[in-house]
């Protein structure tokens, strides 16, 4: 029990100094694409809209944690961020509590501490977003199968179809990881009475549809279609499935990525191609026909597609959606410290040696392993961000933890051939998942793009200047990125400043009309005033 307090102690200090650190910068206030997106919808859940009027097109159960939070507490991000750090320290607890019951106490509370220390997870826990929940409801679920290594039993795998049901409501691919766990629980225990095995996996049937079957039936009630999570499987996968996929969010129509036209588009687009209006069904089974098409008519480049995403999936670099962890690095030094020695690069390959050093142990442990690849395969299928691959992080940690518990005894066992290959395995995976992204300037540079595009329309252009400026310095062709400079020091009066770079985005982006023309503008507005 101490170990577990010290776990949460660590877990929560970290969160709640980084929480302070980023308190005094822009970036805490700004709620930008899906973060707004959550915030008005949680507002509308705060003031007693509850039910909704359309099939949920975004998972959930994130924006009716906010609206509860809102609604005791009021809409104050601090109080958010705080109340997030403290799941994301419970999470830490709930790992350190699953590695005990998979490996050892000392496994698990390396476990732990890793979590604890672990920059993605962090940052992630104090973000307005829904990853929070992800890794809190893959910890517990961990823990509570934990039980059914040594004492299974219906109520175990019960409660253990209810944590993923939930985690459903959070990542959508989880749904893909909930048959194959099914039937871990009933291949996995070959000792026992078939009869048995089979109950254990219909309770764990049964515990996910608890929770997943209210909310198709809400989506019948409001939106006249059974959709047991969202209506957003079909755009998705076509996103992460057509010839101009490369394995990252690419919006529907260029431009338009922000969350509320998402919907907008799919809709939009699939009934001029089908001439008529469509439901959500429709719209879904439409571009997964689509998706389907480019599959079966060019096997190869899809293969090379999925090749593709499976490296950016075990890759070092965090890729970021709107945000990004490496922008808030600069606002914090507890952040940036730790991400300087420890990130996904080096987790992985101690997570890799755990691995090797259990491989006797493989059997007992094989719901790590199908859970593993469950969130593995299920976030190929569609496109990789960072918070996408967030739920392997505590299985990760449970084996690192194993691993770094273990090596020690190990040495001290005198099983030197098991060291060394446990040794070699960890530092091919290092060597190669450590290969640096070419576009993670790019990357980075977006994300300081779109926060200081949204500081500048909220008027806070002098405000914005930096992270236009650090978005040019990461990325000097980024043209939008100096046409939005430009638009804040014209605003700002600053027009010398304004012409160098709306030259700069007209040089970088010829065919973009609006940019000759504010630079036209700005030319006549300037000699208007020289005479």
Same mark, same amino acid.
């Given at each position: 029990?101490?170990?577990?307090?010290?776990?949460?102690?660590?877990?929560?200090?970290?969160?709640?100094?980084?929480?302070?650190?980023?308190?005094?910068?822009?970036?805490?206030?700004?709620?930008?694409?899906?973060?707004?997106?959550?915030?008005?919808?949680?507002?509308?859940?705060?003031?007693?809209?509850?039910?909704?009027?359309?099939?949920?097109?975004?998972?959930?159960?994130?924006?009716?944690?906010?609206?509860?939070?809102?609604?005791?507490?009021?809409?104050?991000?601090?109080?958010?961020?705080?109340?997030?750090?403290?799941?994301?320290?419970?999470?830490?607890?709930?790992?350190?509590?699953?590695?005990?019951?998979?490996?050892?106490?000392?496994?698990?509370?390396?476990?732990?501490?890793?979590?604890?220390?672990?920059?993605?997870?962090?940052?992630?826990?104090?973000?307005?977003?829904?990853?929070?929940?992800?890794?809190?409801?893959?910890?517990?679920?961990?823990?509570?199968?934990?039980?059914?290594?040594?004492?299974?039993?219906?109520?175990?795998?019960?409660?253990?179809?209810?944590?993923?049901?939930?985690?459903?409501?959070?990542?959508?691919?989880?749904?893909?990881?909930?048959?194959?766990?099914?039937?871990?629980?009933?291949?996995?225990?070959?000792?026992?009475?078939?009869?048995?095995?089979?109950?254990?996996?219909?309770?764990?049937?049964?515990?996910?549809?608890?929770?997943?079957?209210?909310?198709?039936?809400?989506?019948?009630?409001?939106?006249?279609?059974?959709?047991?999570?969202?209506?957003?499987?079909?755009?998705?996968?076509?996103?992460?499935?057509?010839?101009?996929?490369?394995?990252?969010?690419?919006?529907?129509?260029?431009?338009?990525?922000?969350?509320?036209?998402?919907?907008?588009?799919?809709?939009?687009?699939?009934?001029?191609?089908?001439?008529?209006?469509?439901?959500?069904?429709?719209?879904?089974?439409?571009?997964?026909?689509?998706?389907?098409?480019?599959?079966?008519?060019?096997?190869?480049?899809?293969?090379?597609?999925?090749?593709?995403?499976?490296?950016?999936?075990?890759?070092?670099?965090?890729?970021?959606?709107?945000?990004?962890?490496?922008?808030?690095?600069?606002?914090?030094?507890?952040?940036?410290?730790?991400?300087?020695?420890?990130?996904?690069?080096?987790?992985?390959?101690?997570?890799?040696?755990?691995?090797?050093?259990?491989?006797?142990?493989?059997?007992?442990? *094989?719901?790590?392993? =199908? $859970?593993?690849?469950? !969130?593995?395969?299920?976030?190929? /299928?569609?496109?990789? %961000? #960072?918070?996408?691959?967030?739920?392997?992080?505590?299985?990760?940690?449970?084996?690192?933890?194993?691993?770094?518990?273990?090596?020690?005894?190990?040495?001290?066992?005198?099983?030197?051939?098991?060291?060394?290959?446990?040794?070699?395995?960890?530092?091919?995976?290092?060597?190669?998942?450590?290969?640096?992204?070419?576009?993670?300037?790019?990357?980075?540079?977006?994300?300081?793009?779109?926060?200081?595009?949204?500081?500048?329309?909220? *008027?806070?252009?002098? =405000? $914005?200047?930096?992270? !236009?400026?650090?978005?040019?310095? /990461?990325?000097?062709? %980024? #043209?939008?990125?100096?046409?939005?400079?430009?638009?804040?020091?014209?605003?700002?009066?600053?027009?010398?400043?304004?012409?160098?770079?709306?030259?700069?985005?007209?040089?970088?982006?010829?065919?973009?009309?609006?940019?000759?023309?504010?630079?036209?503008?700005?030319?006549?507005?300037?000699?208007?005033?020289?005479?």
């Amino acid at each position: 029990m101490a170990l577990l307090g010290a776990v949460f102690a660590t877990a929560f200090l970290v969160r709640l100094f980084y929480c302070l650190e980023i308190s005094r910068t822009p970036l805490f206030s700004l709620l930008m694409n899906d973060a707004a997106s959550y915030d008005a919808w949680a507002r509308e859940i705060a003031g007693g809209d509850w039910l909704g009027d359309k099939v949920f097109y975004q998972a959930p159960l994130y924006p009716y944690f906010l609206g509860a939070v809102y609604r005791i507490f009021g809409p104050d991000l601090f109080t958010v961020r705080l109340i997030q750090a403290a799941i994301g320290s419970i999470t830490c607890v709930l790992t350190a509590a699953a590695g005990k019951r998979y490996f050892s106490l000392n496994a698990g509370a390396v476990a732990g501490f890793l979590m604890a220390l672990y920059p993605p997870a962090v940052y992630f826990d104090v973000l307005i977003q829904k990853t929070v929940l992800a890794l809190f409801f893959t910890a517990l679920f961990l823990y509570i199968a934990g039980k059914g290594k040594d004492a299974p039993s219906g109520f175990v795998w019960l409660a253990s179809g209810v944590c993923l049901g939930l985690l459903c409501l959070v990542r959508e691919n989880a749904l893909l990881l909930v048959f194959p766990a099914g039937l871990w629980i009933f291949w996995g225990y070959g000792d026992q009475s078939r009869r048995k095995r089979a109950s254990w996996a219909l309770a764990f049937f049964l515990g996910t549809a608890l929770i997943l079957m209210p909310v198709g039936i809400r989506n019948q009630v409001v939106g006249g279609r059974f959709f047991i999570t969202t209506s957003q499987f079909g755009p998705n996968f076509y996103i992460g499935a057509n010839p101009e996929a490369n394995g990252m969010y690419m919006p529907l129509v260029e431009g338009r990525g922000m969350t509320e036209f998402e919907r907008e588009d799919a809709t939009r687009l699939a009934q001029e191609a089908e001439g008529r209006e469509l439901t959500p069904a429709q719209v879904s089974r439409y571009w997964t026909g689509k998706a389907l098409d480019f599959i079966l008519s060019s096997p190869g480049h899809w293969a090379a597609l999925m090749l593709q995403k499976s490296w950016l999936f075990w890759n070092a670099t965090e890729l970021p959606d709107t945000e990004c962890q490496y922008t808030y690095e600069k606002h914090s030094r507890i952040l940036g410290a730790i991400a300087e020695n420890f990130h996904f690069g080096i987790l992985l390959p101690l997570a890799v040696f755990g691995v090797c050093s259990a491989i006797r142990d493989r059997k007992s442990l *094989g719901l790590l392993y =199908v $859970s593993a690849a469950g !969130f593995f395969a299920s976030t190929i /299928l569609f496109y990789v %961000f #960072a918070r996408y691959r967030a739920p392997i992080i505590p299985i990760l940690a449970i084996f690192a933890g194993a691993g770094l518990a273990g090596a020690a005894p190990m040495l001290m066992a005198w099983r030197i051939k098991q060291l060394a290959l446990c040794l070699a395995s960890a530092l091919v995976i290092a060597l190669l998942v450590n290969q640096p992204l070419p576009f993670k300037n790019q990357m980075t540079s977006m994300a300081f793009y779109n926060a200081g595009t949204t500081l500048y329309n909220q *008027g806070r252009e002098n =405000v $914005s200047i930096p992270y !236009f400026r650090e978005a040019i310095r /990461l990325d000097p062709e %980024f #043209a939008f990125a100096h046409y939005n400079l430009a638009l804040a020091l014209e605003r700002l009066g600053r027009n010398s400043e304004a012409l160098v770079q709306y030259t700069q985005a007209v040089r970088l982006n010829p065919d973009a009309d609006r940019h000759r023309i504010r630079l036209d503008m700005l030319r006549k507005k300037m000699n208007g005033a020289d005479d």
